[in-house]
């Protein structure tokens, strides 16, 4: 029987990549769902923002406290890493300040990715910029496995631990916390967000480009900013990535986990709409979760290995949403519209907009 | 004995052109691009390799084979999935979703197949080349050969088959006028399939060529794909011939740039070659979007 340790332990791994994968594809959703722009190249932003954290805090604190002592970073690594953790332990105050020091650096490595690939997005047709995104996306993960100074090449590297000063049991609650509190922060945000005038701005130009520009809109300025703000979101999460994992490995991030499977999330759970996003987050990673713990026993009555059927479950799932609920599980909401008594009420001054029951 | 370096090039070429005029037809038959077209050098890549390792015999074997199964999966993807999605009404970022889907399918498909004959059979079907198997006439490797002559045999009998038989024709007039096509009496569907077919098998006989000469994994042809991309992109995306061109261009200085860098001096860089195709994407993208055959129709414009 499952006892309920088990099932903590089972919500304690998998939380953390929940609250990765949530703000990976509300950024998408903020792109494609709100703002329909295909972001074929997610991976981008979300291995600039991991990079940063395997190559900015570790190289900061060693550099600070002198304790390469003129050694290479990446060549001794296993050497200066214990070092860099013992600095940290001691120091809860620099630890906390250091996090949040490479959390911003990540959102902003995001934000900048992002503003690169807003070039190519505010000026090609859907196609062109598909391909050319797609194309763009691989670039850093190329740079980070061969270049052996960013994050160690094919070695990787380990990530320091911020939160060394905390108690073991206790330190990966307070890791779980503070990546799904961050997620649920950036929830809140997105919703808010895409609530705003600026969300149905942003729709107004998804729905009708021309439209939106002959009614004085700056449809290229509101494109660069949404794709600038995903990219950030998306470095975000690419940190909460490297966090979770604890080292980073260009050879992890890739088209298929980091563009591909945030673009099922989104479509299954239903583009436009933010609680349709994370259920569709929660619903993948759940379910992809089970097939791993029952793996075993599937095991044993096939010839090969049980993890490749993932792919197979994957894209027929996504087809079938595709074809028979196209709008996704939860769609996206009807803009409320006004009642004509209610705007004539308005127009005679009876009553205000922001009266709106 | 020839130059490695020339082989390369030539070889390179001919994988880039295979594949990207197959990608530049299908595109030209849904207007979307088709992100499984990799998938479809996966499959005839690893045709070969099972062949030869399982086997022990000559990849050239089943060159048939290869590209026979990557017409068969093209047209498969394109009845079963893109259709159907067209019929729904569907945008076109929804259909390279769509394309993007069945990308991660056959590599599932194909990951399960490796690993099974890999176990069962006990050979390596993983960052293997078939060098080895393959032939040498006059101290030249075969693949060099069969590159060559598939870009221009496929260059002669495309012209040849576009231009003067019926069928070729219809298939061209489907692409460019689907409703008046159709009000001839020109089956589009069964065109379009044509189409469909021809870039698959196209595709499949470059996976092998890719087989033969470089390491294949589950993902090569995903990871080709950049420079299918590149190599369409340049030929104007919608020219058959343009993106032969464009693939032979591309395939060149993805071997000849590193190489030229590399007797500068500058080893290091030759592990970047991958973002070649990429910067000559954006290149052609920003200086002439139309390709480089919409550059000569200017150029014979101006000089008339």
Redesign the interface.
Known sequence: MISPDQVIRFVLDLAPWIAAYLVISLSLNLE?GFG?I?N?GKVLCVSGGAFLVGALPGQLIAAIYNLGEGLNYFDNHAQIMPRINDVLARDPLLSTALLIFTLVAAMLVGAGLGLISSF?SVR?R???L???L???G??LI??GD?YKNLIGGTLGVFVPSFLGWIPVPTRSYVLTALLVGLAVMVFIFVELLTKSPYGRLLKSIRDDEVLAQALGRDVVSVKRKTIILAGALAGLAGAMLALTTGAVNAKNYN??NHT?IP??MV?VGGAANNWGTALGVMVFMISSRLIDVFKRELQLYL???VV?????L???T??IV??FR?SGIIPEARTQTLKPKELDAIKTGQRRLSDRS | MIDPAIVNTLVFSGIAAMSSVGLTLT?LTT???N?AHGSFLTIGAYMAVYWAQILQRSPYEVLWASALLGGVVSVAQYKI?LN??RR?G?S???Q???T???A??I???M??LA??FG??YKVRVNYIALRSFDLEIASIPLVMLLSLASVILSTILLYIFLNKTRTGVALRASIENPDLAQVLGINIERMYMLAWFIAGSLGGLAGLMYAMWLPVTTTAG?EF??TI??SS?LGG?SSIFGSLAGGVLVGAANSLIPQMIAALGFTEII??R??I??LI??IV?LTI?QGITSMTIRWVRTAR
Do not use: C, H
């Open positions: 494609y329909g295909p074929f190519p090609l859907e196609e062109y598909a391909m050319t797609l194309a763009m691989e670039i190329l740079i061969n088209r298929a591909f673009w099922v479509l010839p090969f290995d490749w059927l993932t792919p197979l994957l894209s027929t996504l087809l595709m074809f196209p | 595109y207007r979307v691009p992100f999935v159907p999605l729904r569907a076109p970022t929804y390279m979703i769509a993007l889907t069945v991660f399918f590599f599932g498909v990951s399960i690993d099974y176990k069962t995903d794909l950049p991309f590149a992109i995306l592990q970047y991958p973002i195709p990429l994407m954006s993208l979007p």
